[in-house]
């Protein structure tokens, strides 16, 4: 071979560990992101992993997605030879990144120095978001329009497998809820785990898909993929979740059609084929409550099973500490026996009001403030509509405990709201 051949297939080192970093971030960002959306907390239980119970190594704790998505941030960290450049280029391009993880780590510090208490609930729950928000930003376009398809799949098969759990009585997962098995709901909990979080990402993903979501699908696809999705969302029982799609949608319907006729977009088919799904949606809806398919969904309205009651001890549980507790942070077997006392055992349904007993109102309050600066570089990743679907979670996850507790809710919205509605170059 001559010296110009080998010169043409010369790379080098510098080079080569580039481009060894830079794939191995991808490939690791990909599977983060599968392995967080198809393998849930229940997931884990069921194979006998004490995730999200007590006992257990400390490892056990984190969710597998997290520890590949730290191995994708590392890679990411490494890829420019010097660490600092990748540090520096992430600052630039999420300025309320480094806001956030200065709260967080205020309140890691508080919760282990000061509580002296577990804070692997604020890891998964609050470390993986943010890493897939750096991760998934710098995707290309081919590599995140596959991951939209497969986005699209798994929550269709999610939706299928709750609706054959609900009319079979059969679950996948048992619905295990502070180290027990809740035989008496009859809430599928499919792939997502939970019922709540199950609800929670499809509201998001349905708020996604009509903000333009759906456009990786084939047009004939759109229509019926939506529409299962609505379905389930009735069939995973999220009162929250489900009310509060509905205003979502009419506003988001209306400025649509308010914009396409302003700038005169509204062709005469798409009038009449809006004009005919109409009727025919109500006329489906009518159908299903006939056939008794929203029968218990219904009777989640007329019956909350002490839902209610809960929402107003959780203030009683408030007034029950003292001062110094409510400022800094009770002591947790206090809380404990606290919520037993007021039969708040499954959670206090309110993340802000659960965070504020936990962990004390000043750390939730500096905590809080880095929080928002998250959900707004997290609306600016993505397109100009998606702080819908922020504004649409933290809805929702504020009637239940939801993100107070350990969970991946967030960590999906973040995924919608990256890959579904990511910004493309006409978008910027």
């Given amino acids: 071979?001559?010296?110009?051949?080998?010169?043409?297939?010369?790379?080098?080192?510098?080079?080569?560990?580039?481009?060894?970093?830079?794939?191995?971030?991808?490939?690791?960002?990909?599977?983060?992101?599968?392995?967080?959306?198809?393998?849930?907390?229940?997931?884990?239980?069921?194979?006998?992993?004490?995730?999200?119970?007590?006992?257990?190594?400390?490892?056990?704790?984190?969710?597998?997605?997290?520890?590949?998505?730290?191995?994708?941030?590392?890679?990411?960290?490494?890829?420019?030879?010097?660490?600092?450049?990748?540090?520096?280029?992430?600052?630039?391009?999420?300025?309320?990144?480094?806001?956030?993880?200065?709260?967080?780590?205020?309140?890691?510090?508080?919760?282990?120095?000061?509580?002296?208490?577990?804070?692997?609930?604020?890891?998964?729950?609050?470390?993986?978001?943010?890493?897939?928000?750096?991760?998934?930003?710098r995707l290309d376009e081919q590599t995140l329009r596959r991951l939209a398809v497969a986005i699209h799949l798994i929550f269709a098969l999610n939706a299928l497998l709750g609706i054959v759990e609900l009319g079979s009585g059969w679950r996948l997962t048992p619905l295990i809820v502070s180290g027990a098995e809740l035989t008496s709901d009859w809430r599928p909990s499919a792939i997502f785990g939970h019922p709540l979080a199950n609800a929670a990402a499809i509201g998001c993903y349905v708020i996604s898909f009509l903000l333009g979501g759906g456009r990786d699908l084939a047009p004939t696809l759109r229509a019926p993929a939506l529409m299962l999705q609505v379905l389930a969302l009735v069939v995973f029982g999220g009162r929250a979740a489900a009310v509060l799609v509905v205003p979502f949608a009419a506003v988001i319907i209306v400025l649509w059609f308010v914009r396409a006729v302003r700038e005169k977009r509204l062709t005469a088919m798409a009038a009449g084929l809006f004009a005919i799904a109409v009727p025919l949606l109500a006329t489906a809806v009518a159908l299903a409550f006939d056939a008794g398919l929203f029968d218990q969904f219904v009777a989640r309205f007329l019956d909350d099973?002490?839902?209610?009651?809960?929402?107003?001890?959780?203030?009683?549980?408030?007034?029950?500490?003292?001062?110094?507790?409510?400022?800094?942070?009770?002591?947790?077997?206090?809380?404990?026996?606290l919520k037993r006392q007021l039969g708040l055992e499954y959670g206090i349904e309110s993340f802000w009001v659960s965070l504020v007993a936990h962990y004390g109102l000043l750390s939730t309050t500096?905590?809080?403030?880095?929080?928002?600066?998250?959900?707004?570089?997290?609306?600016?990743?993505?397109?100009?509509?998606?702080?819908?679907?922020?504004?649409?979670?933290?809805?929702?996850?504020?009637?239940?405990?939801?993100?107070?507790?350990?969970?991946?809710?967030?960590?999906?919205?973040?995924?919608?709201?990256?890959?579904?509605?990511?910004?493309t170059a006409a978008d910027r």
């Fill in 305 to 337: 099973d002490g839902s209610a009651k809960t929402r107003l001890e959780m203030f009683v549980l408030l007034a029950e500490l003292p001062m110094h507790d409510l400022i800094f942070g009770p002591d947790a077997e206090l809380i404990t026996t």
């Fill in 1 to 137: 071979m001559s010296i110009m051949s080998e010169a043409i297939y010369y790379v080098p080192a510098t080079a080569r560990r580039h481009n060894l970093f830079q794939t191995m971030a991808v490939v690791c960002s990909i599977i983060a992101v599968l392995v967080a959306l198809m393998i849930s907390n229940l997931a884990l239980s069921a194979l006998g992993i004490p995730y999200d119970v007590e006992g257990g190594l400390p490892l056990t704790k984190i969710h597998p997605a997290t520890y590949i998505a730290s191995l994708a941030m590392l890679a990411l960290l490494c890829a420019p030879g010097n660490p600092f450049i990748a540090i520096d280029d992430i600052v630039r391009r999420h300025h309320g990144l480094l806001l956030f993880l200065v709260a967080w780590l205020f309140l890691l510090v508080h919760i282990s120095l000061v509580l002296k208490g577990p804070f692997t609930n604020i890891i998964d729950t609050f470390l993986l978001p943010p890493f897939l928000l750096v991760l998934l930003a």
């Fill in 366 to 423: 500096i905590f809080l403030a880095g929080l928002f600066c998250l959900c707004k570089s997290i609306a600016k990743a993505s397109r100009k509509e998606g702080g819908w679907v922020v504004f649409y979670f933290i809805l929702v996850a504020s009637s239940s405990e939801s993100i107070a507790a350990k969970t991946l809710s967030f960590t999906l919205m973040v995924i919608l709201s990256l890959v579904l509605l990511r910004r």
